[in-house]
């Protein structure tokens, strides 16, 4: 038993009062004679007996009705935890990304989620609750009853590790009190070997909701599989989870005008094409009809008017390899010699490739360098005899630096498959022996920062990259080696330039770091924005002479088609689509979990934390318990002789 008010227990020294009373006597007798007392001392002998147990059960009631009002202002009371004296807090993760969507026995899982939060939290508790987008902290439910009513789904997700970190975070410094963390999501993933640090602070609390089924189909992805002079190929992706599909509709648009409409049976994944023209605008939409998660029924993409990428080759020597690498479909290619280089052309240049230079002349280094510093890219191929000082003149703010050369045989052994010359699509997997190409000479280049594109075999660089800058160590010439015949030279120079002007993709994923170039020069205070109806975001970008380059990466958050604007001016589109990882429907197992509070409905965990902090108050009988003894008082006063 506890009590509110313990100091009034104080009181109870208040209870020798009756007992002095009783054992004083203070009244005064009075004498009066009596002719015969012989038979009153027999009498007298008789009361005194009685009323001296009159007097110890009146002593006895007094003293229990003083101590029962004692208690009961003291407020008793009996509850688990001293909930009294300790701060309870509670912090609330309620997740409402996407796989949210799906229903449950009352619903939605996020819409029957807010419900439930509203009906079981009390009125005016102070909580901490927070969504994959939003925070609300020391707040109560009343206050922001409105703001989860309208509370909309997201493309952002938090793992329970991240969840469970955020909520800690939410605490107040305090180290004392009573704490409790409740996460409210279904629980979408594959990790079923979920570990958290254990608190013995904090009471942690799982409540999963389960949708009815886990049925969903969904566009997954497109791309471009084919092109031809007359049509372009677009092939699209669909996956599907729970029960198989039969005979799906799929519809494509251009600027919400169906211009082509398929079926497929899905089971588990499948694939359809579809046939777009070349040389069209296209702002297309893939469209499913499905009625579980709604998100993924739609895809958006782009194919918008080919930028050309423009290559400049400085050349000593032959360059029809690279005449024919950079075709007039996707590059306007051009060459001259250092001797007679117009320096005005280089500012309209993405890429410039030094093939092969004896000697950089020192204007060019300083023309090259400042083209550098506007966002272009340089391709450095050294000959067969450079003058090292010049070479490194060059490269002095790369940090390379030309050594001595080795007349030494060797093979380029090592692709560095993560690198972004070759990770998207140019190896179905990792080639462990094939026809290596070989160089007979080559230069020793010293560098710290530079990050290794393609390796010989004893791991030295025969490509170095840093930041927008190659550097291959080796002549190119068919004396010195035969990379030119190697497969690997396609995608090497083909994505080096594509890295120096990144056109806008088919489209983009939400939430990811994404970057695309615009080919337009920004007079001063002009600025890019993307918009899509009354949506207008400025995002991060960068001006150079002959582009602008633009980040995204948390906006845009809704998927559909942005025109890149500058002021009225359209200058091209971008789509942007949300992540397909909500799609699919699979779900930890937490039944294997330690020291968390697993439930199955939010009801039920906030009826078992009423339970837990519920203050049972005694003060209501210790008042009754006096009155009652008040009433037995009376009786023995009345009654008792």
């Known amino acids: 038993m506890q009590f509110k008010h313990p100091e009034l227990l104080y009181a109870l020294f208040l209870l020798v009062i009756p007992i002095i009373v009783h054992l004083f006597q203070l009244r005064k007798f009075k004498k009066v004679p009596f002719t015969n007392v012989a038979f009153l001392k027999a009498a007298t002998l008789k009361t005194r007996k009685s009323a001296q147990i009159k007097k110890w059960l009146i002593l006895c009631t007094r003293m229990l009705v003083l101590a029962a009002l004692v208690f009961a202002f003291a407020q008793p009371f009996t509850s688990k935890t001293d909930v009294l004296n300790t701060k309870k807090e509670t912090v609330i993760y309620l997740d409402n990304s996407f796989s949210m969507q799906a229903k449950g026995n009352n619903g939605e899982l996020l819409k029957r989620a807010v419900q439930d939060l509203i009906n079981n939290i009390p009125k005016d508790e102070n909580i901490s609750l927070f969504t994959n987008n939003t925070v609300y902290r020391n707040t109560n439910i009343q206050a922001i009853k409105n703001d989860l009513l309208q509370l909309d789904y997201t493309s952002a997700t938090l793992n329970p590790e991240t969840a469970l970190l955020k909520s800690k975070s939410l605490f107040e410094t305090e180290t004392n009190g009573l704490k409790h963390i409740i996460l409210i999501s279904d629980f979408q993933g594959q990790n079923n070997n979920l570990n958290f640090e254990q608190d013995t602070l904090t009471n942690l609390h799982f409540v ?124 306007n290619y051009s060459s001259t010699t250092a001797n007679q280089l117009n320096y005005n052309i280089l500012e309209g240049q993405h890429l410039i490739i030094l093939n092969e230079l004896n000697t950089i002349p020192i204007p060019l280094i300083a023309a090259v360098n400042s083209f550098l510093n506007q966002g272009g890219t340089m391709v450095v191929i050294p000959s067969n005899t450079i003058t090292i000082s010049s070479y490194n003149s060059l490269l002095a703010n790369h940090a390379m630096r030309f050594n001595d050369v080795l007349t030494t045989e060797k093979r380029i052994t090592t692709i560095n498959y993560s690198h972004p010359l070759y990770s998207h699509g140019v190896f179905e997997k990792q080639v462990s022996n094939f026809q290596y190409p070989k160089v007979k000479s080559l230069y020793d280049i010293a560098s710290n920062t530079a990050s290794q594109v393609l390796s ?186």
């Open 456 to 641: 010989f075999e004893d791991d030295k660089a025969f490509l170095y990259q840093n930041r927008n800058t190659f550097v291959f160590t080796s002549a190119l010439n068919t004396n010195n080696s035969n990379f030119k015949n190697s497969p690997l030279i396609v995608p090497t120079f083909y994505n080096m330039a594509k890295f120096s002007f990144k056109i806008p993709q088919l489209y983009y994923t939400i939430g990811k770091e994404n970057r695309f170039d615009v080919d337009t020069a920004l007079q001063q205070n002009e600025i890019l924005a993307l918009v899509n109806n009354d949506i207008n975001i400025i995002p991060r970008q960068q001006y150079f002479n002959n582009k602008v380059v633009v980040h995204t990466s948390e906006a845009p958050t809704e998927a559909g088609i942005y025109n890149i604007k500058n002021k009225t001016e359209t200058l091209a589109n971008v789509s942007y689509n949300y992540n397909r990882q909500e799609s699919d429907l699979v779900y930890n197992d937490l039944s294997s979990m330690n020291d968390v509070s697993l439930c199955e409905s939010i009801t039920e965990i906030f009826e078992t934390l009423k339970r837990d902090s519920k203050v049972n108050a005694l003060w209501k009988w210790f008042v009754i318990f006096a009155l009652a003894l008040l009433l037995i008082e009376m009786l023995i006063l009345k009654y008792f002789k």
């Open 208 to 331: 999963k909701l389960e949708p009815v089924n886990t049925n969903n189909a969904s566009i997954d992805s497109a791309y471009i599989s084919n092109t031809t002079p007359a049509n372009i190929e677009l092939t699209v992706r669909l996956k599907q989870s729970g029960t198989p599909v039969e005979n799906l509709p799929i519809s494509l648009y251009n600027n919400e005008v169906l211009i082509a409409k398929t079926s497929v049976d899905l089971k588990d994944q499948t694939s359809t094409t579809f046939l777009l023209p070349v040389n069209e605008i296209i702002n297309g939409k893939l469209s499913i009809n499905d009625a579980h998660l709604q998100f993924d029924n739609e895809l958006y993409f782009n194919i918008n008017t080919a930028s050309k990428i423009n290559v400049l080759s400085i050349t000593e020597t032959d360059d029809s390899f690279l005449k024919r690498l950079y075709n007039a479909e996707e590059f």
